[in-house]
């Protein structure tokens, strides 16, 4: 039952969606994992960040490049931060829809 359960939550509409909040965070999309923790995000603020993800979110946030996620910027150095949540596709889906990001233009 717990598999229905959890193919039932997927496929559930999303009318929100966690937002950034305050100017410590901003939306970003993984680019490239380096080693251990570590990887480059593209904020849509557009600088390119090297994150991280704290030791108590290591094990639960699993990540791949082109994941929408969250970064919350270090205070000292803004061009650092740590990923605190990662969104799921319908989650993605909704941001597309609410313009808070992009959709991708086709070249052809």
């Keep these: 039952m717990k598999k229905e359960e959890e193919n039932e939550e997927e496929n559930q509409i999303v009318t929100r969606a966690p937002l950034p909040r305050g100017d410590r965070e901003v939306l970003g999309i993984v680019e490239q994992r380096f080693g251990g923790n570590k990887m ?3 904020c849509l603020d557009g600088k390119t960040r090297n994150c991280r993800v704290p030791g108590r979110l ?3 946030l699993w990540l791949r490049p082109k994941d929408v996620v969250i970064v919350e910027l270090w205070e000292l150095d803004k061009d650092k ?3 605190i949540l990662k969104y799921k596709p319908n989650q993605v889906e909704w941001l597309k829809r ?3 990001l992009e959709t991708e233009k086709s070249e052809f």
């Design 98 to 100: 609410q313009g808070y």
């Design 40 to 42: 480059m995000v593209k």
């Design 58 to 60: 290591k094990r639960k």
């Design 81 to 83: 931060g740590d990923i």
